[in-house]
């Protein structure tokens, strides 16, 4: 089957099996409506959702990876950059405080706006501040940062986390890789994340690279244009 082929599959299965999940969602999340679930069953209960929950980032993830092969252009707009940020930590605040982890946001004054396709830059970010959040350390920090420059925006998410080995650092944004450590194996994920990241940044018309060290964190610098770019309709 030749690769196009093989996208357009993937993103109509993928389209299609996101009803089905957010159906199934809605019925669990129903059921303590209908009457009082026993410890046992309000276990199964948030297994199951924690389950779909699961599935339906998997979709999201495979519906990414659709649009990035089929190398559609961007719906551009104005992107407001320190209110994406602000709404980013905002969104995983509850996560940060249940790993004791401190989050502190340093956006220059009147950073204005670029042009951007916002759901799809919000994600990366997100995905960038969250897993600042995931591979730290108990009691650790998390800064996320954003100044400009004439023709450019320069975000920065630095953890003080278990760091990237220097082995590891050249294939971080390959599909499918992940880092093989002890203090790794205990968190889950695909494999994808970071190169949906790279490619929805380049898109853009961006950069995205690091630094890193074992046992003292990691440092994504992101640099995004202010002007207009090809890849915008």
């Known amino acids: 089957m030749p690769e196009s082929s093989w996208t357009e599959v993937v993103g109509v299965i993928a389209h299609d099996l996101k009803t089905p999940i957010t159906s199934v969602k809605g019925y669990l999340e ?9 410890e046992r069953q309000q276990q199964f209960s948030e297994r199951a959702l924690n389950s779909l929950k699961h599935m339906e980032q998997l979709v999201g993830l495979l519906l990414e990876l659709s649009w990035i092969d089929a190398d559609r252009p961007l719906q551009c707009d104005d992107c407001d950059v320190a209110a994406l940020l602000t709404r980013v930590v905002s969104v995983l605040e509850d996560m940060a405080a249940r790993r004791e982890v401190t989050c502190h946001l340093e956006i220059e004054p009147h950073l204005g706006v670029i042009p951007a396709e916002g759901r799809r830059l919000e994600q990366a970010i997100l995905n960038l501040v969250n897993n600042a959040i995931k591979y730290n350390r108990q009691g650790g920090n ?3 940062t954003a100044k400009k420059s004439e023709s450019h925006v320069h975000l920065t998410i630095r953890d003080t986390g ?14 499918f ?5 002890h203090s790794h194996e205990h968190i889950e994920g695909t494999g994808l994340g970071l190169s949906i990241v790279k490619a929805v940044i380049e898109k853009h018309g961006g950069t995205i690279t690091l630094e890193s060290a074992l046992g003292e964190g990691t440092t994504f610098f992101v640099t995004l244009p202010r002007a207009r770019g090809a890849s915008c309709e």
């Not at 220097?166 to 294939?171: F, G, I, K, L, V």
């Not at 890789?177 to 450590?181: A, M």
């Open 162 to 175: 278990v760091g990237i080995a220097p082995e590891d650092q050249p294939y971080i944004f390959d599909r």
């Open 177 to 181: 890789y992940r880092v093989r450590s």
């Open 142 to 144: 998390v800064w996320v």
């Open 30 to 38: 129903l059921i303590e409506q209908v009457g009082e679930l026993n």
